[in-house]
């Protein structure tokens, strides 16, 4: 630790997302995702203008969030972004005072301090503005008991228990506009005390035709486990992937969320028996891969025949792979990780996969 952490967070404690049809989005999250429903609220539960439906695995809970008319700010959300994430909310200790904290640091109001209660005992929450339309929520807990928040009711199905083993939100990264890298991640550095963990310039993501530019801060000032990458575009022979997920977007947003695992190989094969589709890696990737990553344990076959992306570090060495974009527009993706000592985020394999995701570009007639 080099600072005192000013700004305690103690995990990612849910992620929302705005979508057009929450009911049938919780079932892409059960069926194909390996989650399991846990809780309801809407106008079942004398909420008539939203229904929410949580699922979680492992420590990761996802809120999925429908408006119930067309006028609603959430499907207006949805209207202009697509289905798309709101709100990355943080679990805290202090909410009021994460947010006077905030808000005295230069952050903007999402919307002021409030508690709900319900047998269960009381949460506080708040919340600031980020890039885009995306909020942080704070959310203190220490006084509840219940499954989630006050207002919501346990909600099961029969769908058997079939877990990926996905466990916690490794990080989560946002696109940003022209010019606007520098500005969130000093944002996140002057609000919370994050602290710059690295930087990769154009020279290190690029390919032929596109490229981009990428900062990660974290709260490694705390327990670190805050990790958030800002991309925005950098100029290349033809439109780098950023500027066009800011177009199909219409502004800035979340990109990707990275998943953790344990186990890959179980987790990507039971997603792809689930239907999920992972970005193409080329098989001439594997070729030269054990020079560049040296021995790791798991098996070279397997991987290459789960297309699994391979990646070392002064630390360790880590196992990725994303997958295609979970919403009709090219916006949102999920990053599965397991980290074997590596703590960083894959720049080795960069270069491979973005000729992939060009490759998906050229066939949108985007690129
Ligand atoms: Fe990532």
Redesign the pocket.
Known sequence: MTNKDIFPINGTDYIEFYVGNSKQAAIFYQAGMGFKLVAYRGPLTGVPDRESYVVQQGKIRFVLTSAISGDHEIAKHVNKHGDGVKDLALWVDDAKQSFETAIARGAEIAYEPYTITDDNGSVTLAAIKTYGETIHTFVERKNYKGLFLPGFEAKENDRKDLDCGLKVV??C?GNVGWGQMDIWTKFYQEVMGFELLVTFDDKDISTKYTALMSKVVSNINGNGYIKF?INEPAKGLKKSQIEEYLDFYEGAGVQ?I?LMTHDIIATIERLRENGIEFLYVPDTYYDTVTERVGEIEEDMEMLKKLNILIDRDEEGYLL?L?TKPVMNRPTVFF?I?QRKGAES??KGNFQALFESIEREQELRGTL
Request: overall charge negative.
């Open positions: 490794d990080h990264v990458p990707h990275a990725q994303f990053e990780i985020f894959g």
